[in-house]
């Protein structure tokens, strides 16, 4: 069976957005927040919630939707979350 893969925004305590992806998102947010094998963004403010997630069909699909998002301005990222559509 084939890996089901997520796109993903958090937001931290501090207001900022982060956006990564996944195949499992409870377990990223977990180690977000841990510390352990969290990404370095978190080190200067700790994850507080996610804002919004996304399926896709494989690794790829995610890495170009991650990578669009991460184009994206702060007022964009989240119009995305409220309306769950992606900007062309």
Partial sequence: MEKRWWV???QTEKGTLYT???T???RR???HTSGK???KFFSTS???EILFKKKVKD???ASILEARIKKLSRDQKFRLIE???IPK
């Fill in 83 to 85: 309306t769950r559509r």
């Fill in 37 to 39: 094998k969290g990404a």
């Fill in 59 to 61: 690794r790829s699909e």
């Fill in 8 to 10: 993903y925004i958090i």
């Fill in 20 to 22: 990564g992806i996944t």
């Fill in 29 to 31: 947010f977990k180690e």
């Fill in 24 to 26: 499992d998102i409870e």
């Fill in 46 to 48: 700790d994850p507080s």
